[in-house]
């Protein structure tokens, strides 16, 4: 359970944050300060492909297991949340942006914790608005981190990056809102 091939990858996303955040305390003469950004950013797509790809082998080999189903998205969490305080520190993303992503993680994994032990799990299960809110964040993240442009200036990624955080933050409430939704009747019904 804890050493098969799918949790190895989802661990590699926790271990990956003191990695990607050590990249921009390296000393400019030794990493110039568009390398960091390339570093951290290529960094950060390998080990946010690993969420794919565990899930992916974990079923293809069979090795799905609670364990991993709980690590899984406590690795996406911590990496997120990781990249957008880096973000904040570089002035790259607004402090509000990361109170509602992290902000919503705490409150959704609360929830999500709550009504498990009241038996009313599948209320709070995870929705389409939750993987686009994801998918959005995991294309954000990057952009902000590379801080750069692309194809010969045709796109400047903090823009870009700086346009689909906020969407991801946007994402991020509806998304909240909609678990809460979906949960109101059993917090309505407990609290009676």
């Known amino acids: 359970m804890f050493t098969t091939i799918p949790t190895i990858l989802t661990w590699t996303r926790i271990f990956a944050i003191p990695l990607i ?11 110039l300060h568009a390398e960091k950004n390339l570093i951290a950013t290529v960094m950060f797509v390998t080990f946010a492909a690993t969420d794919w790809l565990d899930g992916y082998l974990a079923r293809k080999l069979n090795q799905t297991s609670a364990f991993g189903a709980f ?7 911590f990496l997120v949340c990781a990249c957008v305080l880096v973000l904040v520190h570089l002035q790259r993303t ?8 992290i902000g919503r993680e705490i409150a959704i994994s609360a929830l999500r914790e709550w009504m ?3 038996g009313a799990s599948r209320s709070v299960a995870v929705h389409m608005i939750g993987k686009l809110k994801t998918f959005a964040q995991m294309v954000a993240i990057p952009f902000l981190l590379f801080d750069g442009h692309l194809f010969n200036k045709a ?11 906020w969407i991801a933050a946007v994402m991020t409430i509806w998304s909240m809102v909609y678990y809460l939704q979906k949960a109101l009747p059993e917090i309505r019904a407990r609290t009676q």
Not at 71 to 77: G, S
Not at 94 to 101: E, N, T
Request: charged fraction near 20%; aromatic fraction near 16%.
């Open 94 to 101: 607004d402090v509000f942006v990361a109170l509602i992503i």
């Open 155 to 165: 796109i400047d990624t903090h823009e870009w990056g700086t346009w689909l955080i």
């Open 116 to 118: 498990a032990q009241i």
């Open 21 to 31: 955040v050590a990249v921009f305390y390296l000393p400019e003469a030794w990493v």
């Open 71 to 77: 690590l899984d998205p406590v690795a996406d969490k």
